[in-house]
Nanobody, 123 residues
Framework: QVQLVESGGGLVQAGGSLRLSCAASGGTFGSYYMAWFRQAPEKEREFVAGISWSAGGVYDADSVKGRFTISRDNAKNTVYLQMNRLKPEDTAVYYC????????????????WGQGTQVTVSS
């Protein structure tokens, strides 16, 4: 059983930056495709970015391309989301998720989820 714990959320002004972390335990971290999703109030949970075990298969949603960067450190069992040039529309609860091996943009394909961390961007 994999446990995921996010940290690093908070309140930031538009144009600012935050770095989210997701620490994994209880599984073979290197065998999992890791992703970040987010869910704003009254909206569906949406894919933000994902990264393969080798860190070569990075995929970013169009809404965050050029602003957000996902990375992972398999030695530390941790995946990161560096968020720059934040906008008010980035306000959401951000979730870390994991699935075995292969990439997916679909939230229903992910078996393991963290509890979420709130990111609020003020205008």
């Amino acid at each position: 059983q994999v446990q995921l714990v996010e940290s690093g959320g908070g309140l930031v002004q538009a144009g600012g930056s935050l770095r989210l972390s997701c620490a994994a335990s209880g599984g073979t971290f290197g065998s999992y495709y890791m992703a970040w999703f987010r869910q704003a109030p009254e909206k569906e949970r949406e894919f933000v970015a994902g990264i393969s075990w080798s860190a070569g298969g990075v995929y970013d949603a169009d809404s965050v391309k050029g602003r957000f960067t996902i990375s992972r450190d398999n030695a530390k069992n941790t995946v990161y989301l560096q968020m720059n040039r934040l906008k008010p529309e980035d306000t959401a609860v951000y979730y870390c998720a994991a699935r075995v091996l292969t990439m997916s943009l679909e939230r229903n394909d992910y078996k393991y989820w963290g509890q979420g961390t709130q990111v609020t961007v003020s205008s």
